[in-house]
């Protein structure tokens, strides 16, 4: 997919909206300035993802995105799942985006995940959960001669970069058939993956220069997604 939009920036009346709607998260309100939802978020988000997501190419070819507001590209809905929640809020109040490489079932794949919310954005780039088999594919990774050693290359250079932050959630106990004493043994741990970047200022949000600073982001954190990627191979995608 190859795009030529040159993208201006979210506009300011879009994240005051969203910071309206934190105010006014009700349906009656929504649909009062459903016009000014479309025009002012929903439209530059959907250029956004197309800009992006053809820059992104360049870090890394088999990337997935889509503008599709209806969720099944990278773009998420506004509306919120209520079904497992006691809060009935009905309405997300961030832009939130996911740009996938993979082929495995959309958020089952590595990828970079971005929020644009009033006062900025912010930018990750890895898997918010490892799901079986990805997770056993992981783990072999982790002890593989090869690629466990690349696997904290990649972290190491992300971390000499400066302001990003490694995170993801972790089990108490090594896993069943694992060596405890694996000089590896903190990455066996993990069950979902990710880098943060420095969060991005609402002035850079709200300007063309948007694009290039997440692109720069994400090329600083591209060896912890190739190396996902990698490993995902492992378990069929």
């Not at 649909?31 to 000014?36: S, T």
């Not at 956004?48 to 890394?60: R, Y």
């Not at 990750?124 to 959960?129: I, S, V």
Request: one cysteine or more.
């Amino acid at each position: 997919m190859t795009n030529t939009i040159d993208f201006l920036g979210f506009p300011e009346e879009g994240l005051q909206f969203l910071e309206d709607l934190k105010q006014n998260n009700d349906r009656d309100w929504f649909q009062a300035h459903k016009d000014l939802y479309t025009h002012t978020v929903l439209r530059p988000a959907q250029d956004f993802v197309l800009a992006f997501g053809d820059a992104l190419v360049g870090i890394s070819q088999g990337i997935e995105y889509g503008n599709q507001a209806n969720g099944s590209g990278s773009l998420f809905r506004i509306y919120r799942d209520l079904r497992f929640t006691k809060d009935k809020t009905p309405y997300n109040t961030s832009i939130r985006m996911f740009f996938w490489e993979g082929l495995r079932k959309k958020m089952d794949n590595p990828g970079f995940y971005l929020i644009i919310e009033p006062v900025g954005g912010t930018l990750y780039a890895g898997m918010y959960q490892f799901r079986q088999p990805f997770l056993d594919a992981y783990r072999q990774a982790v002890i593989d001669d090869q690629l466990g050693p690349d696997l904290e290359i990649a972290i190491a250079r992300i971390a000499a970069a400066g302001g990003y932050e490694i995170g993801g959630e972790r089990y108490k106990r090594v896993p069943r058939g694992y060596d405890s004493a694996h000089e590896r043994v903190d990455l066996l741990l993990y069950k979902s993956l990710y880098a943060q970047a420095p969060a991005i200022p609402r002035d850079v949000v709200t300007s063309p220069a948007v694009v290039d600073v997440c692109l720069a982001h994400c090329r600083t954190m591209a060896p912890l997604h190739h190396w996902l990627v990698r490993a995902g191979k492992r378990a069929g995608g």
